[in-house]
């Protein structure tokens, strides 16, 4: 399945480093999602752009900050980040106009290593 | 608020044998229930979802039923595969809009040959 493909896959930074992650999905979805997901710990919805407006920010920190040029890309901009910012980020899309209650498509993640 | 509880894993089968996953939830009103599954180094993929009381939801030899008066959504399969081996997530999400789609913390399945 290579309908919602996330680069890089893997990431080691430092704390002091600027990086970015991105999502593309080639199912003409309207709807993208950034999740965290960490060991031990529930998967974290971060952040929801529904026809490329943000509708969804769940507390979370500004050294994260999402952008959403158009429907068919996500990205996650990655600023002074900590050790426990450590995890693997999944992207999803789904079809959209319902909000967040379609089923969603996710990518393969990235699998983030703060040092 | 909506939430999932679900079997903390990991949970340990023999090839052949029958899987339950035990899923509970608490919601307002009538939610979407799901199931995913992650694979190893790989992303979550719906399994299966029923939306509405008694619906079954069955895909890949995997089922599971909406059951209102007990609140659960129980995934089932009458013969597991080592293919089967991966963290299976119980998910629900409310009717509206605005509302956001909660996950179970997962729960890790490892088939032995």
């Known amino acids: 399945e290579t309908g919602v493909t996330q680069t890089p896959r893997h990431l080691v930074m430092g704390m002091t480093n600027k990086k970015s992650l991105k999502c593309e999905q080639h199912?003409?979805?309207?709807?993208m999602y950034w999740y965290k997901q960490s060991a031990k710990k529930p998967l974290e919805l971060m952040f929801v752009?529904?026809?490329?407006?943000?509708?969804e920010n769940n507390s979370v920190p500004s050294r994260f900050s999402p952008e959403c040029p158009n429907s068919s890309h996500l990205f996650l901009h990655l600023h002074t980040l900590q050790p426990e910012d450590s995890a693997l980020y999944l992207c999803?899309?789904?079809?959209?106009?319902?909000?967040?209650?379609?089923?969603?498509?996710f990518g393969p993640g990235t699998r983030l290593t703060v040092l | 608020g909506n939430s999932v509880t679900q079997m903390e894993g990991p949970v340990t089968l023999s090839e052949e044998a029958f899987l339950t996953i035990n899923c509970t939830y608490t919601?307002?009103?009538?939610?979407?229930l799901f199931w995913y599954v992650q694979y190893p180094g790989e992303g979550l993929q719906l399994l299966l979802k029923?939306?509405?009381?008694?619906d079954k939801g069955s895909n890949k030899g995997f089922e599971a039923t909406y059951r209102k008066e007990t609140t659960s959504f129980h995934l089932e399969k009458g013969s597991v595969q080592v293919s089967d081996s991966a963290v299976y997530f119980c998910?629900?999400?409310?009717?509206?809009?605005?509302?956001?789609?909660?996950f179970g913390k997962g729960t890790r399945l490892h088939i032995l040959p």
């Open positions: 999803a899309s789904s079809p959209g106009g319902q909000g967040i209650t379609d089923t969603q498509y």
């Open positions: 199912l003409g979805h309207n709807a």
């Open positions: 752009y529904n026809f490329k407006e943000q509708t």
């Open positions: 919601a307002t009103g009538y939610p979407s």
């Open positions: 029923a939306t509405k009381a008694d």
């Open positions: 998910a629900l999400t409310g009717r509206n809009r605005d509302d956001k789609i909660i």
